[in-house]
């Protein structure tokens, strides 16, 4: 966390521990998981991200396969993790920048291994000699396995269900499901989101007791809503969205929060949505579109 003292909520996933007030919640029992399961670039979940994570031993960012750092040094293994009764199952953990480096070597004894291959260098292991395995002589390749050994079933793919879409038209399509009983016919939901990886983002915004702490302005005649700017709490303080800058432009459009489309929506009723959903804890997903500077 923060490194300061006082109360400590452990996250139920990994050994990690935060003050709830350095993540934005109100009450411990809130607190779903620490930033080491989610990108913090685009925000995906490990199970968004292929079901693997780069998580930095040394600060709070992880960072999917798509998003993580070209100098980041992955580790072999993260023995102050491993004290603690940890292994990363779904993922490895990284150095992501030359500082975190420094304060993983200063703060959590950890050494450098010789330089040799670049930032990306682990450890080979030993060679294994198989050939006595399988025979030293020539290849046949003209002989064929009998049939009595050739695997008679197949693994089957597990069927995920289709992410939802903002499209304007709900489309319904039926998939037929192919087994050995009567076929059946199952409804699926096959909208889609068209998301532009070179300009969307998706910012990931705390609910604090006293707000989000954003400013939200509307365009093309009220149906177009896009960020302004941070406002301070009425605390004082900077809002958690305005110290991780989670929105990378100024006039950035908002395409949709936590999965409901906005884009069309007369600004007062986002707004009143807004306001009647409101749940303290929660960290909202905006999909944002940066405009063209």
């Given at each position: 966390?923060?490194?300061?003292?006082?109360r400590?909520?452990?996250?139920?996933?990994?050994?990690?521990?935060?003050?709830?007030?350095?993540v934005?919640?109100?009450r411990?029992?809130?607190?779903?998981?620490c930033?080491?399961?989610?990108?913090?670039?685009?925000?995906?979940?490990?199970?968004?991200?292929?079901?693997?994570?780069?998580?930095?031993s040394a600060?709070?960012n992880?960072?999917?396969?798509?998003?993580?750092?070209?100098?980041?040094?992955i580790?072999v293994?993260?023995?102050?993790?491993e004290s603690?009764?940890?292994?990363?199952?779904?993922?490895?953990?990284?150095?992501?920048?030359k500082?975190?480096?420094?304060?993983?070597?200063?703060e959590?004894n950890?050494?450098?291994?010789?330089?040799?291959?670049?930032?990306?260098?682990?450890?080979?292991?030993?060679?294994?000699?198989?050939?006595?395995?399988?025979?030293?002589?020539?290849?046949?390749?003209?002989?064929?396995a009998p049939?009595?050994?050739?695997?008679?079933?197949?693994?089957?793919?597990?069927?995920?269900?289709?992410?939802?879409?903002?499209?304007?038209?709900?489309?319904?399509?039926?998939?037929?499901?192919?087994?050995?009983?009567?076929?059946?016919?199952?409804?699926v939901?096959?909208?889609?989101?068209?998301?532009?990886?070179?300009?969307?983002?998706?910012?990931?915004?705390?609910?604090?007791?006293?707000?989000?702490g954003?400013?939200?302005?509307?365009?093309?005649?009220?149906?177009?809503?896009?960020?302004?700017?941070?406002?301070?709490?009425?605390?004082?303080?900077?809002?958690?969205a305005?110290?991780?800058?989670?929105?990378?432009n100024?006039?950035?459009?908002?395409?949709?929060?936590?999965?409901r489309?906005?884009?069309?929506?007369?600004?007062?009723?986002?707004?009143?949505?807004?306001?009647?959903?409101?749940?303290?804890?929660?960290?909202?997903?905006?999909?944002?579109?940066?405009?063209?500077?």
């Amino acid at each position: 966390c923060c490194g300061d003292g006082g109360r400590l909520v452990c996250c139920p996933r990994c050994p990690v521990s935060v003050h709830p007030r350095c993540v934005g919640l109100a009450r411990a029992n809130q607190f779903a998981s620490c930033t080491h399961h989610n990108c913090s670039t685009c925000g995906k979940s490990t199970s968004d991200a292929g079901g693997f994570i780069y998580a930095c031993s040394a600060c709070p960012n992880a960072y999917c396969e798509e998003h993580v750092p070209n100098d980041a040094r992955i580790l072999v293994s993260n023995p102050r993790m491993e004290s603690l009764g940890f292994r990363i199952k779904h993922g490895v953990y990284i150095h992501c920048t030359k500082q975190c480096e420094s304060v993983a070597e200063t703060e959590f004894n950890w050494r450098r291994p010789p330089a040799s291959g670049g930032a990306h260098a682990s450890p080979c292991p030993p060679c294994v000699d198989i050939s006595s395995q399988f025979g030293c002589g020539p290849v046949d390749e003209s002989l064929e396995a009998p049939d009595d050994v050739l695997l008679q079933k197949t693994r089957k793919r597990r069927r995920h269900a289709l992410r939802p879409d903002y499209s304007d038209n709900d489309k319904i399509e039926v998939v037929k499901v192919v087994a050995s009983k009567p076929t059946k016919e199952k409804k699926v939901n096959s909208r889609r989101l068209a998301f532009d990886f070179e300009t969307d983002y998706i910012a990931s915004v705390p609910v604090t007791p006293l707000g989000m702490g954003l400013k939200l302005c509307a365009s093309d005649c009220l149906t177009k809503l896009i960020f302004a700017a941070y406002i301070k709490l009425p605390d004082g303080r900077l809002s958690p969205a305005a110290v991780n800058k989670v929105f990378k432009n100024q006039g950035d459009e908002i395409i949709a929060i936590d999965d409901r489309p906005i884009v069309g929506v007369p600004f007062v009723q986002v707004v009143e949505w807004l306001r009647e959903t409101r749940d303290v804890g929660k960290i909202r997903s905006f999909h944002m579109r940066q405009t063209p500077i």
